[in-house]
Nanobody, 127 residues
Framework: QVQLVESGGGLVQAGGSLRLSCAAS????????MGWFRQAPGKEREFVAA??????????DYADSVKGRFTISRDNAKNTVYLQMNSLKPEDTAVYYC??????????????????WGQGTQVTVSS
C-alpha cells in the first residue's frame, strides 16, 4: 500500500509559478514510477508528467501542453515527487493528482496504469 498526499496548490496569476509536492507513505516509494495528472471542471482527467524509477529509461515524460514549462522530479530519500510549474496559463487551472505506478521500467500516460492516487490539490491560474 502507498498513500499519497499532495500539497502546494493555490491561486496564482498567469505567468507565475507553483511547486506541487506529493508525499508518499511506505518504504517502497523508490519502487514506483510516479505521475501527475490533472482534471479541469467538465473535462476528463489528463496526463501531465511522469518519472520512472531512478535509473530506468523513458523518463521523464511530459504532455505536449506542459513541455518546457513544467518539471517533474523525485527525492527518494524524502519519499516525495514534485511538479515545478512555471509560466502558468489560465488553461492550467485544474485539480492536480499524483499517482504511483508499480512498473519497473519507463513511465505510463494512461491513468488505469496507476495503482494509487492522492486526493488532489487545486491549482487556479487567473488571467
Amino acid at each position: 500500500q502507498v498513500q499519497l498526499v499532495e500539497s502546494g496548490g493555490g491561486l496564482v496569476q498567469a505567468g507565475g509559478s507553483l511547486r506541487l509536492s506529493c508525499a508518499a507513505s511506505g518504504r517502497t516509494f523508490s519502487s514506483y514510477a510516479m505521475g501527475w495528472f490533472r482534471q479541469a471542471p467538465g473535462k476528463e482527467r489528463e496526463f501531465v508528467a511522469a518519472i520512472s524509477i531512478t535509473g530506468s529509461p523513458g523518463s521523464p515524460d511530459y504532455a505536449d501542453s506542459v513541455k518546457g514549462r513544467f518539471t517533474i522530479s523525485r527525492d527518494n530519500a524524502k519519499n516525495t515527487v514534485y511538479l515545478q510549474m512555471n509560466s502558468l496559463k489560465p488553461e492550467d487551472t485544474a485539480v492536480y493528482y499524483c499517482a504511483a505506478d508499480p512498473r519497473l521500467w519507463g513511465t505510463a500516460r494512461q491513468a488505469h496504469e496507476y495503482d494509487y492516487w492522492g486526493q488532489g490539490t487545486q491549482v487556479t491560474v487567473s488571467s
